[in-house]
């Protein structure tokens, strides 16, 4: 378990949790997003409470707490589906996967919406199979949660929820409540989810409340590609290479194939590949978006090495073993000293921390983004404009006017290296910092670019300059 926030969302989960916890009133993380997984962070955080523990190292137990319960889930649904065989293959695998295990250490929202879309898909597969109202109810009330801890996983294995309740068993006529269960899932669920955001709803039709419409545009629309959609699925097939080795990826393919169930096979592939082309759509490329695509993929490896396991010939059996261990040695072996740095380590806390101490009290600091780590710190800043990928019109105009009235108060101006490069594609920013003002080191400290996601050692020295109005140069 991480020991500090590896990620501005982990940070501001615990603000949020910090928040709901002080003043009984349920705050958002990133101001509208995850109600269920704020909910949840501030039980973990009011508990921590009683304890002395740190609120951050609270949260962070949190995603270690789910995302072990979400294996526990997951063994029993593979087996309810397959053979125990493949549950345990399957569960062992996803337990040590690097995207999976990375991503547990911190607190974030990815493990609370897998805990809820397993639960959910344990019961709408037991609906599949016993056509009991009670299984439906219960798959929707849990997918419902799911949406509340993190909509977006959700709604992208939503088309593998519709493979189960579309292609069911018949009903026989007259004996079932639910004509079109696939309808009644979505109604009840979507329902359940909006119970938590309705407080949110309600208080953004509030004249200068910010609304939802702000929120989904500033942390979905306006990070939807689709002229780089082709370079992202690359980007995303390449991350599970590494997870999972080229012979993974063969034998999930394989999979696809020699499952004896048509259906099963379909819903397998539909979960795996709607997870995957629906993440490639936004412009991140990060592991923590493959997290949803695991299970499947490990359903399938799992499949393959248990019927190998079970062949007549002990050879099959050891070969079985010896791909287990390969697959399960090779990439945790790779990434576990990331990992281990993380557990020991609070680097961009520390960074934050370093720069609270090494500024004047009525200095102001310019960073990229990752804003709550100084704030929490106690250091002032000024934001500058980030380019997604192109810098809107007149922002860098603005910002500009900003700093040349800041520095003829004679205001103490500093800006991070991170500060000075980041969110820069063509170098626009950076530029204008060299040409129009004068930058003097003043030291440096390690800091960790978290953007880059778990599976990379992204802890690299991070400079701290003063800013001029003219001359000098870096």
Known sequence: MGVGAFHCDCLMLVEAAEKTVNTGILHYSHSHGFPLTSILAAGFVALAQKMKWESILAVN???????????WVFFHFVRKMLTEGTAVISSFLLSVSPIYLGNSLYGNSHMPAAFFILLSL???????????????????????????ARVQDAVAVYPAFL????????????????????????LLGGSICLIFYAPILIRSVVPGAPSVVYFLNKELFSFLTFGHYLHYFRSYLDLLRQNTLYLGLALFMVSLIVIPSVKKR?????????????????????????IMSLPPLYIGIGFVLDWLNHQSRKE???????????????????????????HLSDVTGRFAGWIKDNVEPDSVVIVG??????????????????ANP?????????????????????????ITCHGLKSYDPFSIFFKGMRDYYGLELKGQQMFQYWHRGVLKDSVVPCELYLVHSQGGCL
């Open 61 to 71: 137990f949190m995603s270690v707490v789910f995302s072990s319960l979400t294996v």
């Open 122 to 148: 344990y019961w709408v597969l037991k609906f599949s199979s016993d056509d009991k109202d009670s299984s439906l109810l219960w798959s929707s009330l849990f997918f419902g949660l799911a949406m509340a």
């Open 163 to 186: 493979t189960l309740l579309i292609f069911k068993k018949g009903e026989a006529p007259g004996e079932k409540i639910f004509r079109a269960p696939w309808l009644i899932f979505t």
């Open 266 to 290: 379909i819903f397998i592939g539909v979960w795996f590949f709607s997870v995957l082309l629906s993440f490639a759509l936004v412009a991140f490329g990060l592991p923590r978006f493959l």
């Open 316 to 342: 099959f059996a050891v070969l079985s073993l010896l791909l287990v261990l390969i697959l399960s040695i090779v990439p945790f072996k790779t990434y576990v000293s990331i990992f281990e740095e993380r």
């Open 369 to 386: 983004d990752g804003s709550v780590f100084y704030l929490r710190a106690g250091v002032k800043l000024l934001s500058r404009p980030l």
């Open 390 to 414: 192109y810098f809107k019109k007149n922002e860098l105009k603005t910002f500009k006017e900003e700093l040349d009235n800041l520095l003829a108060k004679k205001v103490p101006v500093y």
